[in-house]
């Protein structure tokens, strides 16, 4: 029987670290201030989030997301033992691009030189903070079906060029980092349906869709782009605006119960699940859910702390940040529980 697996992993972030008691200091270009900026402090951050520092690329650096996902793509191949020229599809996640189209996975393949007439499928997907768990289930049927052989699943985030660095955007800036993880999924010839991947679950919810959202343009409004800078009420459509209450309610409901489904469905106890790595938007959601999933605590992994939200990146970039520390080794089963805007949430058992 073909399955498919995890074959390699990999991640990255940027070198500048900001923390809590820098970032009320920054200016839109990242710029040290004087006098702050937003009216925020640590120990509010720290208490409501989890969330102690983030990682931001430097404000020159002209990077794109796709640049960041560029080198967690490499790592991530590279611990396949492949080449980017084995790789026959991408799917790239992510809800900063670099520009509205085309997506990032075709500028993704140029970047690793793979482009030109046998060029690989290129898929972009949306899905926000459950980008990876999405796309984990597309490569994995896919490579169940045996429509593609090597599959780059990349998530990359770019949030420090769009987050409101004043103090009517603090709710939703201190949250973000910058980001990419990746994984390459391949076939494995096994007879134990336990292997690998053995079980993906994706979920959404509409009506929860402008609750967490970042407008840019309205394409139903001609112009489509309207923006004029001393506009308060106007600039916002550059901003992401959250009902932040609602978000975290729903998060916790969600995943409380995608996580009572895949046990149930996979038919698996927390004896047979090394690692629990929710996504990493608000360590209080995820002491949540630990606590109503009744998982054993000692078994969830957290990395918000450190990076922050970097949205699609979460999964993977905890994966490997514990994969480096040596807790995480190889052959662990993982369980994953996302939840982002859309709302989008889902689950997913797989072993690394
Ligand atoms: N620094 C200081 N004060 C802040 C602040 C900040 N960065 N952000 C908000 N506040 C203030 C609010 O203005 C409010 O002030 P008020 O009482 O004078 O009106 C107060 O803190 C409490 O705000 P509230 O929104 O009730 O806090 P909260 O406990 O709900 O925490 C979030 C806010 C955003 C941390 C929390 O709602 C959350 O994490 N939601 C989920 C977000 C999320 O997961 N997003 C990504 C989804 S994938």
């Known amino acids: 029987m073909v399955r498919a697996s ?53 404000a020159d650096s002209g990077y794109g997301s796709s640049d960041l996902g560029l080198f967690a793509a490499k790592l991530a191949i590279e611990d396949a033992g492949l080449t980017p020229k084995d790789i026959d599809c991408i799917i790239f996640g992510t809800l900063s691009p670099d520009i509205h189209f085309p997506g990032n996975a075709v500028f993704l393949q140029s970047k690793l030189g793979i482009d030109g007439e046998e060029g690989c499928a290129c898929y972009d997907i949306r899905q ?117 209450k609602k978000v975290f309610l729903n998060a916790v409901r969600n995943m409380v119960v995608s996580v009572q489904r895949a046990l149930k469905e996979s038919k698996l106890t927390w004896d047979e699940i090394d690692w629990f790595v929710p996504h990493q ?11 109503y999933a009744e998982i054993p605590p000692e078994k969830a992994l957290n990395t918000i702390q450190v990076y922050g939200n970097t949205t699609a990146v979460t999964v993977p970039l905890t994966i490997d ?25 889902g689950s997913a058992i797989f072993r690394v």
């Open 128 to 244: 926000q903070c459950s980008g990876f768990v999405y796309g984990l289930q597309m490569a994995d049927a896919f490579v169940r079906t045996g429509l593609y052989k090597h599959v780059l699943l990349v998530g990359a985030e770019l949030h420090s060029h769009s987050l409101d660095f004043t103090t009517r955007g603090r709710d939703v800036m201190v949250l973000f980092g910058d980001g990419a993880g990746a994984a390459v999924i391949g076939a494995l010839e096994t007879d134990d349906e336990k292997e690998g991947i053995l079980y993906t679950h994706c979920q959404a919810d509409g009506a929860g869709a402008m609750d967490l959202y970042l407008k840019v343009f309205e394409i139903a409004k001609a112009p489509y782009v309207y923006y004029d800078a001393n506009d308060r009420e106007q600039n916002q459509i550059k901003y992401p605006q959250m009902n932040g």
């Open 6 to 58: 995890i074959l390699g992993l990999g991640s990255y972030v940027p070198d500048r670290v900001v923390t809590n008691d820098q970032i009320r200091f920054l200016n839109e270009k990242h710029e040290v201030c004087a006098e702050p900026q937003t009216d925020t402090n640590h120990e509010w951050i720290k208490a409501r989030t989890g969330i102690e520092e983030r990682r931001y690329v430097p």
């Open 321 to 345: 940040h514990y994969r480096k520390l040596g807790k995480v080794k190889k052959g662990d089963r993982i369980l994953s529980t996302v939840f982002g805007a859309g709302f989008t949430w």
């Open 281 to 291: 938007a608000n360590l209080r959601i995820n002491e949540a859910v630990v606590q």
